[in-house]
């Protein structure tokens, strides 16, 4: 089954700098996502206030990974994103 979560403030995030990638990569790991989804450092400068560039590495085999069956060749260019603040 996928993953379900809860609403995040937008305003509580911050922007997609050096701050901004430790705390999406913090609920990454919080949620059990990071084993399978990390971001894209290389492409951090091309990331915007509401979206950033990741990195699927693949389907697992398991329930948590489901969603990204049939979706390889892994690795696989991503992007996360949330509610603009603007």
Same mark, same amino acid.
């Given at each position: 089954?996928?993953?379900?979560?809860?609403?995040?403030?937008?305003?509580? $995030?911050?922007?997609?700098?050096?701050? #901004?990638?430790?705390?999406?990569?913090?609920?990454?790991?919080?949620?059990?996502?990071?084993?399978?989804?990390?971001?894209?450092?290389?492409?951090?400068?091309?990331?915007?206030?509401?979206?950033?560039?990741?990195?699927? @590495?693949? /389907?697992? #085999?398991? /329930?948590?990974?489901?969603?990204?069956? #049939?979706? #390889?060749?892994?690795?696989?260019?991503?992007? $996360? @994103?949330?509610?603009?603040?603007?």
């Amino acid at each position: 089954m996928p993953h379900a979560f809860a609403p995040v403030d937008p305003h509580l $995030l911050p922007p997609v700098d050096a701050l #901004g990638t430790a705390f999406i990569e913090m609920l990454l790991a919080k949620h059990g996502l990071s084993r399978f989804i990390s971001l894209d450092r290389s492409r951090l400068r091309e990331s915007h206030e509401a979206w950033v560039w990741a990195v699927v @590495t693949g /389907d697992g #085999g398991d /329930d948590v990974t489901a969603l990204f069956r #049939g979706l #390889g060749p892994y690795p696989r260019e991503a992007v $996360l @994103t949330w509610d603009n603040t603007d």
